[in-house]
């Protein structure tokens, strides 16, 4: 499977250094995160070696090498929100039961932090994959975690 | 509440024509062009100041070619947000401006380099990009293609060659400049990257004309600017003001009545406290970042510190050791005079350590540790301590 999609997304975005970032970002979106054989066909296609497409991989913070579930919640730590984001935390880690950097057993969900997603002024802020959520309260929190687990893949 | 801070409307002001003033720019001429934005004494709004015009100047004398346009859209300072209100609100005039400074330099390719949180507002940036390119560029006859990068959450590639390395698909690594990217950039080809507010401020100053626009701000800098405001006020949002407002007025307007200490520039700014609001002025000196946080009595400083000091560690590129080890170590430093286990003299030996790092340092994230840790440190020691 990995090996197609990787072969579909060289052919979307060509074979050039500068196709290397889109790709692993699609496939991250796609899977959740770079397996090790990813990582090996990406670097195979592109004529690179695999430790130079991880070390590529490791740099960014997005492109996910560690398993990750289907959606990745990342809470904003930086200082407008660390004053307001406890509740919220808490909240998602009774959810989930899960701590700040676990995953769910059904692969659905991780949970992590993050710096300053740009959107301080309606903080408490967090993302759900690429979706941005703002002023978030425990209540939300329990709505948008709601609507995920029931979300079709 | 009694407006203290004087506003203004340009860069959010939509009765605007892009395609007027566009048209009003280009009449002028590449060198016209160039001496407009000299003599408005525009400054990049990207944190460093460099004077637009001479950087766009100097990309247009240099004969290499293909030469690039990059916008600036990593927006990765903690506390700021005014580039995304920019692109959600007024799109047109940063495609505008980088399509302007496309024909001043002779590029026929422009790149946005959006960071990776922003990606919620790729689809519809991408929209405007179809119709800009369909109904602006193409009536002008302009041979301009505008792209989108994504970022990956990587607060360095706000760094210009970083964020050059980045689209080549490296590690978001910062070069050695000189040389710079106006001669040496994307693919080593002469390339002009500029920030959001730039390219949206380009558009004021051919709107107004360059001597009106100069008569704005400060000597130090020209024009209107725009300031995230966040942290502990009832008013947080982003707010277009002339520079050289003074800290205190700013604070009656957007404290919560009990303001303890403002950072001013975001997290590679410098920390004013509460003593100082009186004679604190924003916009004379150096340049002004575009973050304003404000924190009050709640907040522990050694807290604000802390955060503030994981996030340098965190987005530390490594590549050089005084900004690798030297966060670490500054980090491990406070925790340890916290717990006690050092006294509070080691405090000395850190902020000896952070003007090693602004000496060393090969980028800005290692070189701005002296800012905020030196005005935190010093004016709350013993929160640090206790
Ligand atoms: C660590 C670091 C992060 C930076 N982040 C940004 C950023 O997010 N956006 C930006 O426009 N400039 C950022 N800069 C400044 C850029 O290197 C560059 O000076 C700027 O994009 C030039 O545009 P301007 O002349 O329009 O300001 C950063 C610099 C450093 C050292
Ligand atoms: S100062 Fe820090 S971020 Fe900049 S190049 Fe050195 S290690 Fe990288
Ligand atoms: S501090 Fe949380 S979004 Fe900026």
Same mark, same amino acid.
């Given at each position: 499977m990995t090996e197609t999609l990787v072969h579909e997304l060289v052919e979307k975005y060509g074979r050039k250094r500068s196709s290397l970032l889109p790709i692993l970002q699609e496939i991250v979106r796609r899977e959740s995160y770079l397996t090790p054989q990813a990582i090996i066909e990406v670097a195979k296609e592109l004529d690179l070696s695999a430790t130079e497409v991880y070390g590529v991989a490791t740099f960014y913070s997005f492109l996910?090498?560690?398993?990750?579930?289907?959606?990745?919640?990342?809470i904003c730590k930086s200082l407008t929100c660390d004053a307001k984001n406890k509740a919220i935390l808490d909240e998602l880690e009774k959810l989930l039961k899960i701590k700040v950097g676990g995953t769910t057993l059904d692969r659905r969900f991780s949970l992590l932090m993050t710096n300053c997603i740009g959107q301080c002024d309606h903080a408490p802020a967090m993302l759900v994959n690429e979706e941005v959520y703002t002023d978030i309260t425990p209540e939300k929190v329990r709505e948008i975690i709601n609507y995920y687990k029931h979300k079709k893949i | 509440?009694?407006?203290?801070?004087?506003?203004v409307h340009y860069i959010f002001d939509k009765e605007c024509s892009c395609r007027e003033v566009l048209d009003k720019a280009l009449a002028l001429g590449p060198d016209g062009i160039v001496q407009e934005l000299v003599d408005s004494g525009l400054r990049g709004r990207g944190g460093a100041g460099?004077?637009?015009?001479? *950087?766009?100047?100097?990309? *247009?004398?240099?004969q290499e070619t293909?030469? &690039? %346009?990059?916008?600036?859209?990593?927006?990765?300072?903690?506390?700021?947000?005014? #580039?995304?209100?920019i692109l959600e609100e007024v799109p047109c005039k940063v495609l505008a401006g980088m399509a302007l400074c496309g024909y001043t330099i002779g590029a026929k390719e422009g790149i946005i380099y959006l960071r990776g949180e922003y990606s919620y507002m790729r689809h519809e940036l991408q929209q405007q990009i179809f119709q800009f390119t369909k109904e602006i560029l193409g009536p002008l006859g302009l041979d301009f293609k505008i792209s989108i990068f994504m970022g990956a959450g990587a607060y360095v590639c706000g760094e210009e060659t970083a964020l050059i390395e980045s689209i080549e698909g490296e590690r978001g690594e910062p070069r050695n400049k000189p040389p710079f990217p106006v001669q040496n950039g994307l693919f080593r080809k002469p390339t002009v990257v500029n920030n959001v507010e730039t390219f949206a401020s380009v558009m004021t100053v051919f709107r107004m004309g360059a001597k009106k626009y100069k008569n704005l701000g400060t000597k130090d800098q020209r024009g209107s *600017?725009?300031?995230?405001?966040?942290?502990?006020?009832?008013?947080?949002g982003v707010y277009e003001i002339e520079l050289g407002m003074k800290?205190?007025?700013? %604070? /009656?307007?957007?404290? #919560?009545?009990?303001? *303890?200490? %403002?950072?001013?520039?975001?997290y590679s700014g410098f920390c004013v406290p509460e003593t100082h609001f009186e004679t604190a002025v924003i916009g004379e000196g150096r340049p002004t970042g575009a973050a304003i946080l404000l924190f009050n009595h709640k907040r522990s400083m050694y807290r604000v510190l802390h955060n503030i000091l994981e996030f340098f560690a965190e987005e530390s590129c490594g590549q050089c050791t005084?900004? /690798?080890?030297? &966060?670490?170590q500054l980090l491990k430093g406070i925790e340890a005079v916290k717990k006690g286990e050092k006294s509070e003299e080691y405090l000395n030996s850190l902020l000896n350590l952070t003007e090693t790092m602004k000496i060393t340092a090969k980028c800005g994230l290692g070189q701005s540790a002296p800012n905020f840790f030196k005005s935190i440190v010093e004016n709350y020691r013993e929160e640090i301590v206790y």
């Open positions: 996910d090498v560690q398993p990750r579930g289907e959606y990745k919640i990342r | 509440m009694a407006e203290l801070v004087k506003k460099f004077l637009t015009g001479i *950087k766009w100047k100097l990309a *247009k004398e240099q293909p030469k &690039y %346009v990059i916008c600036n859209a990593d927006e990765g300072e903690p506390g700021t947000f005014k #580039d995304r209100k *600017k725009l300031i995230s405001v966040s942290g502990d006020t009832p008013r947080p800290l205190a007025d700013f %604070v /009656r307007e957007f404290g #919560d009545g009990d303001t *303890k200490a %403002v950072l001013v520039g975001g005084p900004c /690798r080890v030297g &966060y670490q």
